[in-house]
């Protein structure tokens, strides 16, 4: 299932993205998913909240994803406390 790797990447990148800002919590995280991308939407969501909770980071972020054209997974953005 490449869907729980890629959360994990998503997830790492976030921790990244926190850090270079200080930030304590991530809040929010939309992401787009081409609908050609072959990424299984709700493994993925899934994968990403069984993940978040095992950073303090993370634990309470919601994910919103928008399915859309293409095949890219595209990080839109993410809100931080």
Request: no cysteine.
């Amino acid at each position: 299932m490449h869907e729980l790797s890629l959360a994990q990447g998503l997830l790492s990148q976030l921790q990244a993205l926190a850090k270079e800002h200080g930030a304590e919590k991530i809040v929010l995280v939309r992401v787009s998913i081409g609908a050609q991308s072959g990424i299984v939407i709700d493994s993925f969501v899934f994968g990403f909240n069984a993940i978040k909770t095992t950073l303090a980071l993370s634990r309470d972020a919601v994910l919103e994803i928008s399915e859309v054209e293409g095949s890219d997974l595209i990080l839109m953005q993410v809100e931080m406390e």
